[in-house]
């Protein structure tokens, strides 16, 4: 008690016990396995000891008056959990994408304060979009393992659905504001101390239009130079084949049923109906014929790609990366994608009809449509010239 009083003593028992038993308390924590209750666990029994809990690399930073006052007390305390307390030698807990969001309702429970239901509501769904549409482009995770990388590929992906969608680029912004929200609150509230990859991504309006196309001589040369694809798997290499003569988006392929896979017709073709899904508009329902390369590709899947099929959100960022790491992209700018744009340009060059051109790609005419259009034979005669 460090005192020679017993009315002292008496008063300051209780106290000292009292810790005592927090102390005893931290330590059985810490002898769990769970990394997350391991971290808790150093954290309060820093807090018994009057110091907040630091990963090391933190309390390496701190003056040096402070680092030796935690040193000294651990050689008081002479023991390895007061040590990993005290100094930081916990690790961060490989807390996933969406771990992080399970973990964020409790750490921001004062944002939610005073909000109805209803307001409640309309503020977490857009923070578990966000945490879904991360999770599933990039895959789920450990947050500490987030690359520059995988936050591009995000983007990638949001500036294609933007174009796709036609929708503006503060859709994707949003995105990416409640990422940063859930993952900096956990990354800060946790003491995890990652430096996240979240900076610098916001779209601008000029971002988000038309991405360039790639050139004929850059397909030719590059992408569809042999073995350039080996890396990518089966199926993302055979929908990034198919979009190269037929224009389709990305999502559309991934969709594909076998009933829209016709290989055993005079022209072998796609019959995009929207069987088990919903097309993006009416004018994207339409037949495109299968030549070349894209023919090649998909008489290995005539069924269509299970992979990808229902979740397509991973397809333009496994591809992208994939690109953008192995020197594919003919510019920071391009993407997958570029591919559609390409094959509108190759058909424009190629002076084929303004009509035929917006039905291969599933646009709007612009006025009514009359007849029914170019037949499967006529279209690819007009794109063998074009194609790969």
Known sequence: MHTDSETVANAKAPLIWAEQIEVWEAKLSGDTSEAEERLAAAERLAKVRGYRYLPAPKVAELPLSNLMSRVEK?????TAQDAAALLGGV?????????????????????????SEDQRRRWENPRKKAIRNLAEVIGNKPIAEITGDDMLEFRDWWLDRIEIEGLTGNSGNKDLSHLGDVLKTVNSKKRLGLTLPLDGLSITQKDAGTRPPFSRKWIKE???????????????????????????????????????????HAVPHLAIEGIDRQLKSANARRTVPLIGVSLHAIEAFPAGFDRYRGSSASLSGTINKYLRENGLLESPAHSLYGLRHSFEDRMLAAKIDERIRRDLMGHALG???YGLGASLEMLAE???????
């Open 74 to 78: 651990v050689k008081t305390l002479n």
């Open 91 to 115: 690790a961060p807990p490989a807390i996933t994408i969406t771990r992080a969001l399970e973990l964020y309702w409790h750490l921001a429970r004062d944002r939610v304060l005073g909000k």
């Open 222 to 264: 590059q992408l569809l130079a042999p073995g350039a694809l080996d890396g990518l798997n089966d199926q993302a290499r055979a929908i990034l084949l198919c979009m190269v003569n037929t224009g389709m988006r990305p999502s559309e392929l991934a969709g594909l049923s076998a009933r829209e896979i016709r290989l055993d």
């Open 367 to 369: 006025r009514e449509r």
């Open 382 to 388: 007009l794109l063998a010239p074009v194609a790969f």
